[in-house]
């Protein structure tokens, strides 16, 4: 369970084998896109008040905010070794 776990920021994590989109979030097809998943009560802010950077889609129609780049989450989602390593420090912590 542990490495297919995607750090996207904040201590947020999402379980990778869900995940079927990570998209930025600047054109107009995918702001809607946001609007319609806030309208039907889809949408999760992991952003903690920044500003969005990725929206990641997942497989149950859910949008996921993050203020993490694309770019970064994508870099993220292929090493699953380092989240494995954060994630059990993050349970450690608590």
């Known amino acids: ?54 929206i990641i889609i997942s497989d149950s129609n859910h949008v996921i905010l993050s203020s993490i780049q694309p770019e970064t989450i994508a870099q993220r989602f292929n090493t699953g070794t380092v989240q494995d390593f954060e994630f059990k420090k993050v349970l450690k912590s608590r």
């Open 1 to 54: 369970m542990l490495n297919n776990l995607v750090n996207i920021g904040f201590g947020n994590f999402l379980n990778s084998t869900r995940i079927i989109a990570i998209l930025n979030p600047d054109s107009a097809p995918i702001k809607r896109l946001k609007d319609e998943a806030r309208a039907e009560k889809k949408l999760v802010d992991a952003t903690c008040g920044r500003r969005t950077r990725a």
